[in-house]
């Protein structure tokens, strides 16, 4: 059998493992930030007839600019969007590979404040772009001083932002937004994969976008929505950033199916986005709970918490799975995430996390007096 190093494969990715996290099927899976709520019957309908009124002309290709569906996007956004400021793939995934594309490439740079999201450093990666992974201060947050000094110092041609943060859920102070782009020469991307779950008073990257030609936000309907097998992210930024974005995109990228059914599910957004304060009560209930159990928590406005455990983190994601819950390993020493979904969910969270407590065996680690 041929093994994947016997393959002319690129020097820089020899070695490299894929994206992913683990699909078991166990009973609770808490991993993945998924929405946890089926699709409402009504929307599954009104997707089912948007979908089936495309299959007699599958046999011409897509609109390859997605209009209708962008314009959707701009009406969902606000703020002065109109449809030529938006763009839509699959996924943020997509998006954010189409910026590296336009933006990054070999000789350039590009820049994020880790822990972050794991996939940016592996699109750059993709795109011959040189990854730096720049850091952040304590419990995870992140200062205008921080970010201006590593990005000055580094100058690079793109700057992932993430408000929300994922793995951490921490959201940005707006100051952090506008001081980067005060001083970054190239782009700044503001991932906001999360902005719907985040706590009343925070402010969207969406209100920083007026003249700001060098600022891209976005998002997805994954989260949220519900939709992660629909597979639809977006950006929303000035419209010379999608001229730029189009020049690199593949021909037809986002099929018919998922145009009509991403549409039938925005025209159905209430119906839809109804689980988000379900979802962060949940959230903040799980934070409250580890916290009264006395461990370690990181601030959350995402869908997700992240919360420290004692010694190596492989062992107590195993333990966890031991009880039937599949949380997320995120490869930060000592920290775990877990996804806020339904009260039982956090419920056969909170009783495993008691268990392995009680079993003393790779137990969460107290959290230290004063924090």
């Given at each position: 059998?041929?093994?994947?190093?016997?393959?002319?494969?690129?020097?820089?990715?020899?070695?490299?493992?894929?994206?992913?996290?683990?699909?078991?099927?166990?009973?609770?899976r808490l991993n993945t930030n998924e929405n946890s709520y089926p699709v409402p019957d009504e929307v599954v309908e009104a997707i089912g007839k948007a979908v089936a009124a495309e299959l007699r002309d599958l046999n011409r290709y897509p609109d390859r600019d997605a209009l209708a569906l962008r314009a959707d996007l701009a009406a969902y956004l606000g703020h002065g969007l109109t449809?030529?400021?938006?763009?839509?793939?699959?996924?943020?995934?997509?998006?954010?590979?189409?910026?590296?594309?336009?933006?990054?490439?070999?000789?350039?740079?590009?820049?994020?404040?880790?822990?972050?999201?794991?996939?940016?450093?592996?699109?750059?990666?993709?795109?011959?772009?040189?990854?730096?992974?720049?850091?952040?201060?304590?419990?995870f947050g992140l200062t205008v001083d921080e970010a201006v000094a590593q990005v000055r110092e580094h100058r690079p041609d793109v700057v992932f932002l993430c408000s929300p943060n994922n793995p951490t859920g921490t959201a940005l102070d707006p100051a952090v937004i506008s001081a980067v782009l005060d001083v970054a020469p190239g782009m700044v991307v503001v991932d906001e994969a999360y902005a719907e779950f985040a706590r009343p008073g925070t402010v969207s990257a969406l209100a920083v976008l007026p003249g700001h030609p060098r600022l891209v936000v976005t998002r997805t309907m994954s989260k949220a929505f519900g939709f992660a097998g629909g597979r639809l992210?977006?950006?929303?930024?000035?419209?010379?950033?999608?001229?730029?974005?189009?020049?690199?995109?593949?021909?037809?990228?986002?099929?018919?199916?998922?145009?009509?059914?991403?549409?039938?599910?925005?025209?159905?957004?209430?119906?839809?986005?109804?689980?988000?304060?379900?979802?962060?009560?949940?959230?903040?209930?799980?934070?409250?709970?580890?916290?009264?159990?006395?461990?370690?928590?990181a601030d959350s406005d995402a869908n997700f918490v992240l919360y420290a455990v004692d010694g190596d983190q492989t062992l107590?994601?195993?333990?966890?799975?031991?009880?039937?819950?599949?949380?997320?390993?995120?490869?930060?020493?000592?920290?775990?995430?877990?996804?806020?979904?339904?009260?039982?969910?956090?419920?056969?969270?909170?009783?495993?996390?008691?268990?392995?407590?009680?079993?003393?065996?790779?137990?969460?680690?107290?959290?230290?007096?004063?924090?």
């Amino acid at each position: 059998m041929t093994r994947l190093e016997d393959l002319p494969i690129r020097d820089d990715l020899r070695g490299r493992s894929p994206y992913g996290a683990p699909q078991l099927d166990v009973p609770v899976r808490l991993n993945t930030n998924e929405n946890s709520y089926p699709v409402p019957d009504e929307v599954v309908e009104a997707i089912g007839k948007a979908v089936a009124a495309e299959l007699r002309d599958l046999n011409r290709y897509p609109d390859r600019d997605a209009l209708a569906l962008r314009a959707d996007l701009a009406a969902y956004l606000g703020h002065g969007l109109t449809t030529e400021g938006v763009w839509a793939a699959n996924g943020s995934n997509e998006i954010q590979q189409q910026l590296l594309q336009a933006f990054g490439g070999p000789g350039r740079v590009a820049l994020g404040f880790v822990p972050a999201y794991s996939m940016h450093p592996l699109l750059a990666l993709g795109t011959g772009t040189r990854w730096v992974p720049a850091h952040r201060g304590v419990d995870f947050g992140l200062t205008v001083d921080e970010a201006v000094a590593q990005v000055r110092e580094h100058r690079p041609d793109v700057v992932f932002l993430c408000s929300p943060n994922n793995p951490t859920g921490t959201a940005l102070d707006p100051a952090v937004i506008s001081a980067v782009l005060d001083v970054a020469p190239g782009m700044v991307v503001v991932d906001e994969a999360y902005a719907e779950f985040a706590r009343p008073g925070t402010v969207s990257a969406l209100a920083v976008l007026p003249g700001h030609p060098r600022l891209v936000v976005t998002r997805t309907m994954s989260k949220a929505f519900g939709f992660a097998g629909g597979r639809l992210g977006y950006l929303a930024a000035d419209p010379a950033v999608v001229d730029a974005v189009q020049l690199v995109r593949l021909p037809y990228h986002l099929s018919a199916l998922t145009q009509a059914a991403a549409r039938a599910a925005l025209a159905h957004r209430d119906a839809l986005l109804g689980t988000v304060a379900a979802i962060m009560q949940q959230r903040d209930r799980i934070v409250t709970e580890l916290r009264r159990r006395g461990l370690r928590v990181a601030d959350s406005d995402a869908n997700f918490v992240l919360y420290a455990v004692d010694g190596d983190q492989t062992l107590a994601w195993q333990a966890m799975l031991d009880h039937g819950v599949l949380v997320r390993d995120v490869g930060l020493p000592g920290w775990l995430r877990v996804t806020a979904g339904t009260p039982a969910e956090t419920d056969a969270f909170l009783a495993a996390i008691d268990q392995i407590q009680r079993a003393g065996l790779s137990a969460p680690q107290p959290r230290p007096k004063g924090t």
